[in-house]
């Protein structure tokens, strides 16, 4: 993978999908692709294996967006990520362009609304907060090898970091009707 420093290591990228109400880690995977560009749909694909439905919304950020992955995932779930300026393009970058498919133009059009922006601003403190999470409990580096094992490390730390979250949850989960009967 390309480094920072110009240079290339051994590397891989740990992709962590969460619930943005609760933080909830749903979906774990690992990956040796320097750059998150074509891991926006194996994760929707992911969680459609696992619960058996996709997430209504997906909240990314900006290095998801492809063209062939917001036309793929606008499919399945409405995505709110940011659109790309292409400042060569006399088109504003919520306009349809002459390459967008039907998905991207609908997409590129609703991310121009308030209301997406709203939605896309809540992602830093949602989703953006189990990353920091995870630095902060020292996952900054994989001290196993291979993709297999690195995947371990981070289902294991999703089960952690759940277990966590339910602790959190727990007396508002307690608190409703339903639990209150079930007891």
């Known amino acids: 993978?390309?480094?920072?420093?110009?240079?290339?290591?051994?590397?891989?990228n740990g992709q962590l999908c969460t619930?943005?109400?609760?933080?909830?880690?749903?979906?774990?995977?690992?990956?040796?692709?320097?750059?998150?560009?074509?891991?926006?749909?194996?994760?929707?694909?992911?969680?459609?294996?696992r619960y058996d439905r996709c997430p209504?919304?997906?909240?990314?950020?900006?290095g998801f967006v492809t063209r062939?992955?917001?036309?793929?995932?606008?499919k399945k779930v409405r995505v709110y990520a940011p659109v790309p300026d292409?400042?060569?393009?006399?088109?504003?970058?919520?306009?349809?362009?002459?390459?967008?498919?039907?998905e991207m133009a609908n997409w590129r059009a609703r991310m121009g609304g308030e209301a997406a922006q709203e939605i896309y601003k809540?992602?830093?403190?949602?989703?953006?907060?189990?990353?920091?999470?995870?630095r902060q409990r020292g996952l900054t580096r994989f001290t196993v090898r291979g993709i297999k094992?690195?995947?371990?490390?981070?289902?294991?730390?999703?089960?952690a970091h759940n277990l966590m979250r339910t602790v959190a949850l727990a007396p508002m989960l307690l608190s409703t009707p339903l639990a209150k009967n079930a007891f």
Not at 1 to 12: D, E, I, R, S, T
Not at 56 to 62: P, R
């Open 1 to 12: 993978m390309k480094m920072p420093n110009g240079g290339y290591n051994a590397a891989l």
């Open 19 to 49: 619930d943005t109400q609760t933080q909830v880690i749903v979906g774990v995977d690992v990956t040796n692709a320097g750059v998150d560009q074509g891991q926006l749909c194996p994760m929707i694909e992911q969680l459609q294996r």
């Open 56 to 62: 209504d919304e997906y909240l990314v950020d900006g």
């Open 68 to 74: 062939e992955q917001i036309t793929a995932a606008e």
């Open 86 to 102: 292409n400042s060569k393009s006399k088109l504003g970058p919520f306009d349809a362009h002459p390459a967008d498919s039907p």
């Open 122 to 134: 809540q992602r830093a403190s949602t989703a953006e907060c189990v990353n920091a999470i995870a």
């Open 149 to 159: 094992k690195a995947r371990c490390v981070m289902m294991l730390f999703a089960l």
